[in-house]
């Protein structure tokens, strides 16, 4: 009798973990996901976990340059929202030895590092509504993303922000089909399964876990062609909806605490790059610069991102992988691409282009996982990962997507002539 009911509550046990819902077909899925999509974020309180496992090599520096940022690239991160609001938001993301908050409450914005214990405050002029550039981006423990007015304060990228991206891909280039049903954050959803048709994407399916009662999708799990493991997953560990605590939002310094005061430039980009939030093209470059607008090559799942060629750039990266001054050289293959190097004469000037702070040991450890490529197009260096590949080539030219090699290959080539 106690094996019988042990059998039986281990059955039951698994029924309670596939929520019972009403059968719906992708069309109805997708069809509520675009709904959702089109209403403003309502006030809600949440956690959500984003997890990687890109098969990238160590990158050393990268937990003192901030926890988040090295879990973003490989391993896991949560963070923790609350939104009120595009007026009201607060998100705190965990760093090594500390926490990161970023709490609007009207027109005051408070940055807080328990680190160091040092807060900024920011009071937003009438005509700015907020600060703008992050992207939806957790990277720069930013505030932008799903719902609510442009260019203001947003949740940072949640599987609402995640799953637009995704669904943009939707066509004939893609097998859409529906999974077992599953809780996420305690909630009953629904599973769409997205598949790259083509053999050529490094991606080989996609979940969204949709939530059957307001059709918002809870969570995003992206798998690697060929591997059965997860690569990617961002989603809700936790998900409440109705309004925040107004204590949330508001902040008073702690005693012994540093605290500065930013002034609003005219670009909010630049106040972004002031407070050490990545936003816009690199310091030093114009807007209307070549660098500063990469191109779109392919489409749905074969996109490829590509920036323009640039000897500042092929000079910066040789830099970084010998520790050696270099110089344009006009997009010779020579030094890191080829098969012999010169080193550049004594007392030529460093490339300006060559990143300095925090993340340049990181940058110079995935250059370093590179390796030498060539073929009809030429020469260059390539890093493969479970869901991406980046080819930078002599001319230094950049090419990224969740492509094979062949296809970054196939569009240097396509570029070029």
Not at 120 to 127: D, I, R
Not at 186 to 214: E, F, H, K, N, T
Not at 323 to 333: E, K, L, R, V, W
Request: glycine share 12%; hydrophobic share 40%.
């Amino acid at each position: 009798m106690a094996i019988v009911g042990i059998v039986v509550g281990a059955t039951a046990a698994a029924s309670a973990a596939v929520p019972s819902l009403p059968a719906k077909t992708p069309a109805q899925l997708l069809t509520e996901l675009g709904q959702a999509a089109g209403r403003p974020a309502g006030p809600f309180t949440a956690t959500v976990q984003q997890t990687a496992n890109l098969g990238l090599p160590q990158l050393p520096g990268m937990s003192q340059a901030g926890g988040a940022s090295s879990s973003l690239l490989d391993g896991t991160q949560s963070i923790d929202i609350w939104y009120g609001g595009p007026k009201d938001v607060r998100i705190a993301v965990p760093v090594q030895a500390g926490e990161s908050d970023l709490r609007r409450d009207g027109s005051t914005v408070w940055l807080w590092n328990s680190k160091n214990q040092t807060a900024t405050q920011v009071t937003l002029p009438a005509h700015i509504k907020a600060p703008a550039g992050s992207a939806g981006s957790t990277k720069g423990n930013g505030a932008a993303g799903a719902g609510g007015a442009p260019n203001s304060p947003q949740p940072p990228d949640t599987p609402q922000a995640a799953a637009s991206q995704l669904l943009k891909a939707i066509g004939p280039s893609t097998v859409v089909g529906v999974q077992s049903n599953v809780y996420v954050a305690d909630r009953p959803a629904y599973q769409l399964s997205l598949a790259p048709r083509s053999s050529q994407s490094l991606i080989g399916r996609v979940l969204l876990a949709v939530d059957a009662s307001s059709g918002i999708p809870l969570r995003v799990e992206v798998y690697g062609r060929g591997s059965a493991g997860l690569a990617y997953s961002l989603g809700y560990t936790k998900l409440a909806f109705g309004a925040p605590d107004a204590a949330n939002f508001s902040f008073t310094p702690p005693p012994g605490a540093t605290v500065k005061k930013e002034t609003v430039p005219s670009d909010p980009g630049a106040l972004l790059q002031g407070l050490g939030l990545p936003s816009g093209p690199p310091a030093g470059s114009s807007p209307n610069s070549p660098a500063a607008k990469p191109t779109v090559i392919g489409s749905d799942w074969l996109s490829v991102v590509a920036s323009p060629a640039s000897p500042q750039v092929a000079a910066a990266v040789q830099q970084l992988l010998t520790d050696q001054p270099a110089t344009p050289n006009g997009g010779s293959d020579g030094g890191f691409f080829g098969s012999s190097s010169s080193p550049a004469p004594p007392g030529a000037s460093a490339s300006p282009n060559v990143p300095v702070g925090p993340y340049l040991a990181p940058l110079r450890a995935l250059l370093l996982a590179t390796t030498p490529v060539q073929g009809s197009w030429g020469s260059g260096r390539l890093l493969q990962t479970t869901l991406y590949a980046v080819l930078v080539t002599s001319k230094g030219q950049i090419l990224a997507g969740a492509v094979t090699p062949s296809v970054l290959y196939a569009d240097v080539a396509r570029d070029a002539g």
